[in-house]
């Protein structure tokens, strides 16, 4: 099985701030990599998909990059309303997929 | 508007059963990749089963031989048949439409939670 390892797994950064979140896979998953967010008490969100490809209707401070085994997902300027939790997700290995353990971003 | 409703979820004791729905509007689910995740209070995303457009079904080890996933497409609903239920199944259970070229999961229901415990 592949395995998803998010770092860091908490942060905490001020409204403005730059922000990356890494995602490492056990072994490649070529592009085969999502991103999603979940508010508190909420569904998960789709951001990204295929690494770097932004979902229509999410914000364009959301980026992606990477392949492989090292990706990251980057918010260029903190917004008050992206205080949520962020995972990864491989599905290189569909139909099964795995997700990151999760990164759980707080607002200064 | 892709729209996705879970429901069915409760009580139920170890060992017991329960099933949960998914309804669905603005697609039509056997044209699709339908798939459950499920979330543990306080823990993170797991993937639980597929049932792709032709009706191949896979499941993660986890649940291999006790939970059943099914469409009924008269009535555009997914479903997951869970049997032998474990302290450890419990979790809010999420259905998500899956797409695109790297299969992501682009629409999800608000979630159903499902509580074992005696």
């Known amino acids: 099985d592949i395995q998803m390892t998010q770092s860091p797994a908490a942060l905490s950064a001020s409204v403005g701030d730059r922000v990356t979140i890494t995602c490492r896979a056990s072994q490649s998953v070529g592009y085969y990599l999502n991103w999603y967010q979940q508010k508190p008490g909420k569904a998960p969100k789709l951001l990204i998909y295929a690494a770097s490809s932004l979902q229509s209707e999410v914000p364009s401070r959301f980026s992606g990059s990477g392949s492989g085994t090292d990706f990251t997902l980057t918010i260029s300027s903190l917004h008050p309303e992206d205080l949520a939790t962020y995972y990864c997700?491989?599905?290189?290995?569909?139909?099964?997929?795995?997700f990151g353990q999760g990164t759980k971003l707080e607002i200064k | 508007e892709v729209l996705l409703v879970e429901s069915g979820g409760g009580l139920v004791q170890p060992g017991g059963s329960l099933k949960v729905s998914c309804a669905t509007s603005g697609f039509t689910v056997s044209n699709n990749y339908m798939t459950w995740v499920r979330q543990a209070p306080g823990k993170g995303l797991e993937w639980v089963s597929i049932?792709?457009?032709?009706?191949?079904?896979d499941y993660a080890d986890s649940v291999k031989g006790r939970f059943t996933i099914s469409r009924d497409n008269s009535k555009n609903t997914l479903s997951l048949q869970m049997n032998s239920l474990r302290a450890e199944d419990t979790a809010v259970y999420y259905c998500?439409?899956?797409?695109?070229?790297?299969?992501?999961?682009?629409?999800w229901g608000q979630g159903t939670l499902v509580t074992v415990s005696s």
């Open positions: 049932i792709s457009s032709g009706g191949r079904t």
């Open positions: 998500a439409r899956v797409v695109g070229a790297t299969d992501y999961l682009d629409n």
């Open positions: 997700q491989q599905t290189y290995t569909t139909p099964r997929s795995t």
